[in-house]
């Protein structure tokens, strides 16, 4: 028997496009929502910053942000991730 290769667009549970909420956290200093916010901006042009959720942690060393990104693919979303985790002032993305 021979196999048909899969459609990633069947295999997804996400139905593209859609607003995606991506979560990244990082210490809490001076440029860190910005910094995250030109890279989903990168990914996203029409991002609004204004729709961030933030949220300290507990000992307000480290802060955990929502983005609402408009997501329109896989790929730009695994892209989106591997900038996110590759960059010097985030520790987690989710």
Known sequence: MSQTPSDPRRDSLI??????????????????VHAITQVAKQFDPQFDPSRIELRPSSSGKYLGLTLPIYATSREQLDELYRNLSGHPMVKVVL
Do not use: E, Q, S, T
């Open 15 to 32: 139905a593209y496009p859609c607003v995606f909420p991506i979560k990244v956290m990082g210490l809490k200093v001076d440029g860190f």
